[in-house]
């Protein structure tokens, strides 16, 4: 018996061995598929911006898609709610580019952070607008809620888009659709335009 037992523990020495051999070969592999994906991910995001520096020769007019800057304030919000207040063109209109001008460096301020974290209905966490932010508060009960929208919608745009650099960024965007374009979107657009002739 003893012989019996001792071909058993060798048979699962070999055994230990071949599986040991098996698992340092699928890190092997998934090392080289992370590289590859790694890759592939960086050519994308390089033909990305490519594609969007490119883009902004184009006129959006003319094409459902565009670039649009996430995360930069809508100026129209602005601008009539200091109609409405002030009631002189030139006034209002100066009112309301500063009054712009300094909600979008308070968006970029890194400092100011008027989000809170909540656990959604699966228990994932999630960031919202902090609506008791002292800030907010202010310019709701001040400028009235387009401008409190406008300043929310674009606080979420950056956090989405650019968290860490909290500046505005440029997106693909579907106009028509009202919402990110996809690379394929913007290629097929290209190849209509290169068959068009001139």
């Given at each position: 018996?003893?012989?019996?037992?001792?071909?058993?523990?060798?048979?699962?020495?070999?055994?230990?061995?071949?599986?040991?051999?098996?698992?340092?070969?699928?890190?092997?592999?998934?090392?080289?598929?992370?590289?590859?994906?790694?890759t592939s991910n960086d050519e994308l995001?390089?033909?990305?911006?490519?594609?969007?520096?490119?883009?902004?020769?184009?006129?959006?007019?003319?094409?459902?898609?565009?670039?649009?800057?996430?995360?930069?304030?809508?100026?129209?919000?602005?601008?009539?709610?200091?109609?409405?207040?002030?009631?002189?063109?030139?006034?209002?209109?100066?009112?309301?580019?500063?009054?712009?001008?300094?909600?979008?460096?308070?968006?970029?301020?890194p400092s100011w952070h008027p989000f809170?974290?909540?656990?959604?209905?699966?228990?994932?966490?999630?960031?919202?607008?902090?609506?008791?932010?002292?800030?907010?508060?202010?310019?709701?009960?001040?400028?009235?809620?387009?401008?409190?929208?406008?300043?929310?919608?674009?606080?979420?745009?950056?956090?989405?888009?650019?968290?860490?650099?909290?500046?505005?960024?440029?997106?693909?965007?579907?106009?028509?659709?009202?919402?990110?374009?996809?690379?394929k979107e913007a290629i097929d657009i290209?190849?209509?335009?290169?068959?068009?002739?001139?």
């Open positions: 018996m003893e012989v019996n037992s001792s071909d058993e523990v060798n048979a699962l020495v070999n055994r230990l061995k071949e599986k040991d051999e098996e698992l340092e070969h699928l890190k092997n592999l998934n090392q080289i598929l992370l590289m590859k994906e790694r995001v390089e033909a990305h911006k490519i594609l969007i520096n490119g883009w902004k020769a184009f006129s959006d007019k003319i094409y459902a898609v565009g670039i649009k800057r996430m995360g930069e304030l809508d100026p129209k919000p602005f601008k009539d709610a200091c109609y409405k207040k002030y009631q002189i063109t030139a006034v209002a209109e100066e009112k309301a580019l500063r009054l712009c001008s300094l909600w979008q460096s308070r968006l970029t301020n809170k974290v909540v656990q959604n209905g699966s228990g994932e966490a999630k960031e919202i607008i902090n609506e008791d932010d002292e800030q907010l508060k202010k310019l709701k009960r001040k400028y009235g809620s387009e401008v409190y929208v406008s300043v929310c919608q674009a606080l979420k745009e950056v956090n989405e888009h650019n968290p860490s650099g909290r500046y505005p960024v440029g997106v693909l965007w579907d106009y028509k659709e009202n919402k990110r374009a996809t690379l290209i190849l209509k335009m290169k068959m068009v002739p001139s």
